[in-house]
């Protein structure tokens, strides 16, 4: 793992630990910063020893958003000789799951990445928020086409033309969020999950994230072709052979992620 400037990484059983380290800028992401995460994602999706990865905040934010000050001066040439939203783009072909254990502020590009992650345990103080729309512009790395896939047009159109704030209650019942814990709890509690999925045969996890991702854009019918191939494909793995024949003799499978 490269030696990073704005996050921390580390590994412990089998979870890839990925976490930003701006606290005294609440976590504000800045170009590198976001360059930093994913290249410490896609090395964790070809580390061996990792299954899952989680993605959390030092300090009191997870992320309040974008650094405004490095955007300000910016023009639509610069911003396209740039590229910058092209790293966003390869978090989305991480074959790992990623869990985000998120707190108190998750504004705009923090709630865009908090979006990209497979799931999200949330502690009971966060907010969630696209304020883009404030400083004459809108969220540019996912978050209107993320938002309005989990929680549908209308919702989506009234929070980020308002700039409202959601609480972690209000997350739940859209299913933004996955749980809430008590903000003490919250890496607790993000670590106990991600243990039961490192639990599972890895080679079934990533197919599962595969399928799951494409049924978001795929017609059903096309989603179930897709679903049926990955599926068939399991059966050319030891830990299918295994888990099975640990299930007909009653006993713990030993999976290998082969």
């Not at 969630?128 to 989506?156: C, D, H, I, N, Y």
């Not at 039961?196 to 854009?217: F, H, W, Y």
Request: negative net charge.
């Amino acid at each position: 793992m490269g030696l990073f400037q704005y996050i921390e990484t580390s590994v412990e059983n089998e979870i890839g630990f990925i976490t930003l380290n701006r606290p005294k800028q609440l976590n504000a992401l800045n170009r590198t910063m976001v360059g930093e995460i994913v290249s410490a994602a896609e090395e964790f999706d070809c580390d061996t020893q990792v299954k899952v990865i989680l993605l959390s905040g030092h300090g009191k934010a997870f992320s309040a958003g974008a650094d405004i000050d490095e955007m300000a001066n910016d023009n639509p040439v610069s911003l396209e000789l740039l590229n910058q939203f092209a790293d966003w783009d390869r978090l989305s072909l991480v074959k790992k799951p990623i869990i985000g254990a998120v707190k108190s502020f998750v504004f705009g590009g923090g709630f865009e990445l908090a979006l990209s992650c497979d799931l999200l345990i949330a502690a009971g103080d966060t907010l969630f928020s696209f304020p883009e729309v404030t400083l004459g512009v809108m969220p540019g790395a996912g978050g209107t086409q993320r938002l309005t896939k989990l929680v549908g047009k209308t919702k989506a159109l009234e929070w980020i033309l308002t700039a409202e704030r959601i609480n972690a209650e209000t997350a739940l019942k859209y299913g933004i969020i996955n749980k809430i814990v008590a903000p003490e709890l919250l890496m607790e509690e993000a670590i106990s999950f991600a243990r039961m999925i490192t639990a599972q045969p890895s080679l079934a996890v990533r197919m599962i994230k595969d399928s799951v991702n494409k049924a978001v854009d795929y017609s059903l019918y096309e989603g179930m072709q897709y679903e049926r191939k990955n599926f068939y494909l399991l059966f050319a793995s030891v830990d299918q052979k295994e888990g099975m024949e640990a299930f007909v003799e009653k006993r713990k499978p030993n999976f290998t992620g082969r």
